[in-house]
């Protein structure tokens, strides 16, 4: 899939969620559970105990049918080794230069972290995609968003940190392209005890809610 057809495909369904998990079996589950929900978009990240495994697994297991990213990547040569295994976007807390390059030249969309208005120009000025406002939660959520699209209205963003069933539709309605989503959606406490029909249930309500804030 080309570069502007994975921006699309995650900008389509507005929701990247992100599975941190204990081991990579778990992360299967949790994707497997998230999938059913509707959900074909999403992002390992590198704290998962032999992620890249996870993201070959995945990949292997799904083909186009789920987009795989690569989370929690802090520089190049992690960036190299995640797309080697299958990953079809990048994701990092911070913005790395070296890691946006790297993603140029593989023709692969990268989501690198910003937080302030230079930080966002930086990105912006380097080529990126999106970027991942984080952590927009502990910087006044939803509002933030609104202010930093007053000036950069070009610029597509990701709020992560702070999204929750409750303040999803806040996010949308402030001008996000798509919805970082951790715990709020990726409950490995409920896969561990076997519920994950959960999760599948708040994939799907986050889906609503993306669509009817959109509406």
């Avoid at 795989?68 to 995640?82: I, K, P, Y």
């Avoid at 390059?101 to 593989?106: D, G, K, M, N, P």
């Avoid at 709020?159 to 539709?169: C, H, M, N, Q, W």
Wanted: proline share 5%; charged share 20%; hydrophobic share 45%.
């Amino acid at each position: 899939m080309n570069k502007q057809k994975i921006v699309e495909q995650i900008e389509s369904i507005g929701l990247v969620p992100v599975v941190r998990a204990a081991s990579a079996d778990e992360a299967m589950q949790a994707i497997d559970a998230i999938k059913a929900g509707g959900v074909n978009v999403l992002e390992i990240t590198m704290t998962v105990p032999r992620a890249i495994k996870a993201i070959e697994k995945v990949a292997d297991k799904y083909g186009t049918e789920v987009l795989v990213g690569a989370g929690t990547v802090l520089d190049a040569e992690t960036a190299r080794v995640c797309l080697l295994a299958g990953a079809q976007f990048i994701v990092s807390p911070a913005l790395n230069l070296a890691t946006i390059e790297l993603c140029h030249r593989y023709s692969a969309p990268i989501c690198p972290g910003v937080l302030t208005p230079t930080e966002v120009i930086t990105a912006w000025s380097a080529g990126v995609d999106l970027v991942k406002v984080f952590p927009c939660g502990s910087v006044g959520g939803a509002s933030y968003v609104k202010n930093l699209k007053g000036p950069f209205p070009q610029v597509k963003m990701i709020p992560t940190g702070g999204v929750s069933l409750t303040t999803a539709a806040d996010f949308i309605k402030a001008g996000a392209a798509a919805l970082g989503v951790g715990t709020d959606l990726v409950d490995v406490k409920a896969i561990r005890e076997g519920n994950a029909d959960i999760v599948t249930e708040r994939a799907k309500q986050f889906v609503q809610i993306v669509r009817e804030a959109r509406a």
